[in-house]
Each structure stands twice: as structure tokens, then as C-alpha cells.
């Protein structure tokens, strides 16, 4: 048992990993493990970490580095450094140059094994290094922690696309979905610890059971879903759908559904057809538009999530002016934007990073405006708009979030933490969504 230690976990990265890293604080928690109060203080320092853009990895080493020198600082010996996750996936050897006094490093398969290689370590002060395959099925059974009004329950792990930007399905290995009987319990438990939110998570969600050779296993899960909780008071996210992968069944479930939010999180990635070609995303930008404007006019009031690179190698001023045409008709509620730098073993990285920095700092700056103005249109349709509203706490002001995803201020709207009221939303004038009690 790990009594005589303590330990703090430290995550990078997308919501995958908080809800891995969740598993994992229950695992060292199971295990005999304490948390520490303050993270110089833990005789364990556990990173999961996070690959997917260069700017993440520079940022995490950074932050790995401090942190352990702080600790060795303040404790006056060196504490247990344990890396996980995608960069250590991708990046193994190169981490163990920079990173020579880690103790335990493995990849993104063996988070099980880690309470016990720990304990292992603490006892004989030994570097272990342990990657294993992919496991050809999900089963890995998520837990939760309590007192929260949200959590996650990923559904998929892994990725089949191989966009030629990205690393993730040389980190997770290929897509293996989780068999629908696990989510349906895993579902009843979340309900029955309290919690009123849940978000079902994949690298490619609207994939879910191509593995099992069903390509319509996701529209089947929704509908499973909807007759084992039709009147629960839960409401019930997904994320990410792949625009190629994205079909009109799932909105119109979603459309009749009380149970699941209509907010749909599609990553666009770029505009114009020959970047998008180049970046193997499977979709046009008539066919990303159809569905973008599909969910607008089936559900006036769901909201639009997307992600966005700028500067792909050879983009033309051409090819950013139809990313902001799409992005300018979609309207979005809620974007992601970066500029795109190579990964390591990617297909994008054989290709010359021919677009200046200056140039995409630029695009940035653009695009971020154009999506606020959009956002600012879109808030027109709210205003006024009687609407439930989750409330939780954040920084220890109540606010609260609305089905399709958007985040309400509730300063004058007697709502109770933790429960479903009705408000009416207001936009304040810096474009902020204001939630106020219904008139008497």
C-alpha cells in the first residue's frame, strides 16, 4: 500500500485527459496514496500529458521542470516523477535526454499499471520505462469525483482518420469503442452520485461501434440511452463529432431528445477545399456548410463548436479567405483557433512550414475577430429567450450553462448550485450572456 506517500497530479491537455486523469487519482487514492496539499510537497509528481500542438509540448516541459525543482528545492530530496499520456507516447526517447531524473515514463495504455510501478520505484529508486500495445478492446471503467456537478464518460479511445496534422491515432492507437452495456451502467452510476451533467467523450464520438462493423452503432447508443433515462435529471453531452462522420439522424435525435443538449462540436480545420484535401479531413466545404446550417435550421437554438488551424503549409490568402466565409455564414458559439505548427510522424510534417509565423499571427488575429463578431450576432437570437440553466461554481461565484453549451452570469437569478432553473437571458453589453429571474 502507498500510505507513507503522498502525490499530485498535474493534467495537460483535452477533456479525455481530465477525464483520464480522474481514473487515475482514484487508482492512487485506491491504492493507499494521499493527495498532497500543495504540489512541492508530494513525494509523487504525476504529469499527464499532452502532445497534440508544439506550443502544449514546450509549455508542459516548462511547467515539468519547475514544478520538480520546486519540489527538490522545498523538500530537500528529489521526488518521484511520473510522465504519462500522449507526449510521453510520442516523444519517449527524446524525453528521457531532457528529462534524465524522470522516474517512471509510459504512454497512454498502462494507467493501471501506474499505482504499482510507483509504489515499485518508491521502494528501490529505480528509472521503469513500460509501453505496451493497444488493448484491442475499451473497457477501462471511468471514476468520478464527487461534490461536482459535471464529469465525463469517454465511450471511444483512440483514432482510424489520420488527419495529416495530427498525432493523435499514433498515441492512442487505433479506435476501439466501449460495448454499450458499460456506458448504460456507467450512466445509472453517474445519475446515482448526483451529478446532473455528462459529457460522452471520443477522439471521433459519431464513430462509436465502426469497430464493431456498425456504422450506425452511435445513433443506436443514443437511442439506448434515451430509453433507460427518458425523464432523468441529467443532461447529456458528446464531443467530438467529425463533420465527415456527422449525420442528420443524430441532430433529429438530439432535436426530440430531453436528455441530450443540442450543442454540436464540429472542427472545420480550414475553409478551402484543397487545405482540406491536404489535411485528409474527408469533406468538402459545401458538405461541412450543409450540416452546419442543417443543425441551424432544424434546432434554432443549438449551438456550433468548432476548431481552426491557420497557416497550413502552402495556405494562400485564398484558401483563409474561405475559412472565414465559412466561419462568417456558421456563426459559432465557441472556437478553438491555432496556428498550425508540425508534429513528429504526421503526414503534414513531410511538407515544407512555408507560411511565415508573421503571417500566421496575422490570420490569427483575424480570424479571432471575425469569430467574435459572429458570436455577437448570434447572441441576438437569446436575448429575451426563456432558458434552463445548470448553476455550479467557478471561482467561487455561481454561474451557470445553458443546454446548448453557452455560460450564463447568475448575479440576481435565485438559482441553487447544483440544480435546473429557468431565467431569462439578457446579453450585457460586453457580449456576455446574463442570466435574470423570471418575472412574477
Not at 20 to 41: C, K, N
Not at 351 to 360: G, I, N, W
Not at 382 to 403: I, M, Q, S
Request: glycine share 6%; aromatic share 10%.
Amino acid at each position: 500500500m502507498g500510505e507513507k506517500f503522498s502525490f499530485a497530479l498535474y493534467t495537460f491537455g483535452c477533456q479525455m485527459n481530465k477525464s483520464r486523469s480522474e481514473h487515475l487519482l482514484y487508482l492512487f487514492l485506491q491504492d493507499g496514496f494521499s493527495q498532497a496539499g500543495r504540489v512541492e510537497e508530494a513525494d509523487v509528481l504525476v504529469f499527464n500529458t499532452c502532445a497534440v500542438r508544439e506550443h502544449a509540448v514546450q509549455r508542459a516541459l516548462g511547467v515539468i521542470t519547475n514544478l520538480y525543482q520546486n519540489a527538490l528545492r522545498r523538500r530537500g530530496i528529489p521526488p518521484l516523477l511520473v510522465l504519462c499520456g500522449c507526449m510521453s507516447e510520442l516523444l519517449r526517447e527524446e524525453l528521457l535526454k531532457k528529462l534524465p531524473y524522470v522516474s517512471i515514463l509510459t504512454g497512454t495504455q498502462d494507467f493501471e499499471a501506474l499505482p504499482r510501478l510507483v509504489l515499485e520505484a518508491c521502494a528501490d529508486r529505480r528509472q521503469r520505462v513500460l509501453f505496451s500495445s493497444p488493448s484491442p478492446h475499451f473497457l477501462e471503467r471511468g471514476y468520478r469525483r464527487e461534490g461536482r456537478v459535471s464529469t465525463y464518460l469517454p465511450i471511444t479511445f483512440g483514432c482510424d482518420n489520420f488527419c495529416s496534422y495530427c498525432v493523435v491515432p499514433y498515441t492512442t492507437g487505433p479506435q476501439r469503442s466501449k460495448p454499450k452495456e458499460l456506458i448504460l451502467g456507467e450512466l445509472l452510476e453517474i445519475l446515482q452520485e448526483g451529478f446532473r451533467e455528462v459529457t460522452l467523450l471520443g477522439q471521433n464520438v459519431n464513430s462509436y461501434g465502426k469497430d464493431f462493423g456498425n456504422p450506425c452503432a452511435f445513433e443506436n447508443l443514443l437511442l439506448g440511452i434515451e430509453e433507460s433515462f427518458r425523464g432523468a435529471p441529467l443532461w447529456i453531452r458528446f464531443i467530438t463529432s467529425h463533420p465527415r462522420d456527422m449525420r442528420r439522424e443524430i441532430v433529429e435525435l438530439v432535436r426530440e431528445s430531453t436528455l441530450f443538449c443540442p450543442y454540436f462540436h464540429l472542427p472545420l480545420q480550414a475553409g478551402s477545399d484543397r487545405i482540406l484535401a491536404l489535411m485528409n479531413r474527408g469533406y468538402t466545404k459545401s458538405q461541412y456548410l450543409e450540416m452546419a446550417l442543417f443543425i441551424r435550421e432544424r434546432i434554432p437554438e443549438a449551438a456550433i463548436g468548432t476548431d481552426v488551424i491557420v497557416g497550413f503549409p502552402t495556405e494562400s490568402d485564398r484558401d483563409f479567405e474561405d475559412t472565414l466565409e465559412v466561419v462568417q455564414r456558421v456563426e459559432f458559439e465557441i472556437a478553438y483557433t491555432y496556428t498550425y505548427s508540425p508534429r513528429p510522424r504526421t503526414k503534414a510534417a513531410e511538407l515544407k512550414d512555408d507560411v511565415p509565423q508573421e503571417v500566421k499571427r496575422e490570420r490569427l488575429e483575424v480570424l479571432s475577430k471575425v469569430l467574435k463578431e459572429g458570436y455577437i450576432r448570434r447572441l441576438r437570437y437569446h436575448e429575451g429567450r426563456k432558458a434552463e440553466v445548470l448553476a455550479f461554481r467557478e471561482d467561487g461565484k455561481l454561474v451557470g450553462k445553458t443546454r446548448e453549451n453557452l455560460r450564463v452570469l447568475l448575479e440576481d437569478a435565485r438559482v441553487e448550485e447544483g440544480q435546473f432553473s429557468k431565467v431569462v437571458l439578457e446579453v450585457a453589453p460586453e457580449g456576455k450572456l446574463v442570466g435574470c429571474r423570471l418575472p412574477e
